[in-house]
Nanobody, 126 residues
């Protein structure tokens, strides 16, 4: 079983910074995709950033230039450095990953994000 555990959330004032961490237990194939989602009050859950290392990284337009995703330990630790935080960044942040599987003798990646952490709260005040 794959388990993801987020940490590093908290309350900060606008303009401040936080660094979120995600520890991965069990096997994960990061080329399939790992990253961060968030859900703000009254809004749909959105993809904040994803990495397909050693391939590309992606960022939501709202966080470009402010957030940076990175990984260590062969992908068993995932980070999200958040700078210049804004009120609209408030929400529950989730670490997530796609699943690697074998079908007809070939390695494949799940289309959906299937592994999820329980979330860590980030609150930004003016």
């Amino acid at each position: 079983q794959v388990q993801l555990l987020e940490s590093g959330g908290g309350s900060v004032q606008a303009g401040g910074s936080l660094k979120l961490s995600c520890k991965v237990s069990g096997y994960i194939f990061n080329n399939c995709g790992s990253g961060w989602y968030r859900q703000a009050p009254g809004k749909e859950r959105e993809l904040v950033s994803a990495t397909y290392a050693p391939g590309p990284t992606t960022y939501a337009d709202s966080v470009k230039g402010r957030f940076t995703i990175s990984r260590e330990d062969g992908g068993h630790t995932l980070y999200l450095q958040m700078n210049n935080l804004k009120n609209e960044d408030t929400g529950v942040y989730y670490c997530a990953a796609k699943r690697r599987y074998i079908q007809e003798g070939f390695y494949k990646c799940s289309e959906n994000w299937e592994y999820w952490g329980q979330g860590t709260q980030v609150t930004v005040s003016s």
